[in-house]
């Protein structure tokens, strides 16, 4: 299975910050990466897919960047609506198992 | 409205068995791939399987942890899914997602709100 490493696990801000996470793949997944946003006692929402696209309805400080192993969830100005846990996952080939990274959680600073 | 509801969580004993089951609704669940996906209390999540659509014969797949164990049907009349799982032990403890892919792709659009189930003696 392809695995997915997140770094940071956990990071402190403040409003009005600019946020980078970064995903890992262990091996090359092209694009083929998605980012979710999950709020605590609630289920995942999705931001981003492949690599870069913006879900419909998401704002658009979020972004998202990278291909091949090499992945970043960037938010260009923090806002409490924002803290959350977020995953990436990838979805190589169209074909499972499907794997998620262990997650970042963003806190208050 | 799209959405996905999880039902049928709940307390069962290692070696048990459950049913959980997922109402779609505002589209027809047969166009669209579903997934199962879990989270155990306080960690990451987990894909455990699939079922492709109804022009794809609703073929299913499962991740290694649940393979030979959990089942998947579907229910047109019901434009529902269930997720069977048989063997249940202390690991399998999580919330379940039921989810849909947004284009038989792997990325999942829509999620329910999850079900508990708790495997304890």
């Known amino acids: 299975d392809i695995r997915m490493t997140q770094s940071p696990s956990a990071l402190s801000a403040s409003v009005g910050d600019r946020v980078n996470i970064t995903c890992r793949a262990s091996?090359?997944?092209?694009?083929?990466l998605a980012w979710y946003q999950q709020k605590p006692g609630k289920a995942p929402k999705l931001l981003i897919y492949?690599?870069?696209n913006l879900q419909r309805g998401v704002p658009s400080r979020f972004s998202g960047s990278g291909s091949g192993t090499e992945f970043t969830l960037s938010i260009s100005s923090l806002q409490p609506d924002d803290f959350a846990t977020y995953y990436c996952?990838?979805?190589?080939?169209?074909?499972?198992?499907?794997?998620f990274g262990q997650g970042t959680k963003v806190e208050i600073k | 409205e799209v959405q996905l509801v999880e039902s049928g969580g709940g307390l069962v004993q290692p070696g048990g068995s459950l049913r959980l089951s997922c109402a779609a609704s505002?589209?027809?669940?047969?166009?669209?791939?579903l997934d199962w996906v879990r989270q155990a209390p306080g960690k990451g999540l987990e894909w455990i399987g699939r079922?492709?659509?109804?022009?794809?014969?609703?073929?299913?797949q499962f991740g290694a942890s649940v393979t030979g164990r959990f089942t998947i049907s579907r229910d047109d009349s019901k434009n529902s899914l269930s997720l069977q799982m048989n063997s249940l032990q202390t690991e399998d403890t999580a919330v379940y997602y039921c989810?849909?892919?947004?284009?038989?792709?792997?990325?999942?659009?829509?999620w329910g709100q999850g079900t508990m189930v708790t495997v304890s003696s």
């Open positions: 079922s492709r659509n109804k022009a794809n014969s609703y073929i299913t």
């Open positions: 492949k690599a870069s």
């Open positions: 091996q090359i997944i092209s694009s083929w």
């Open positions: 505002g589209f027809d669940s047969s166009d669209y791939y």
């Open positions: 989810t849909r892919e947004a284009a038989g792709d792997g990325v999942f659009d829509i």
């Open positions: 996952q990838q979805y190589n080939a169209y074909s499972p198992p499907w794997t």
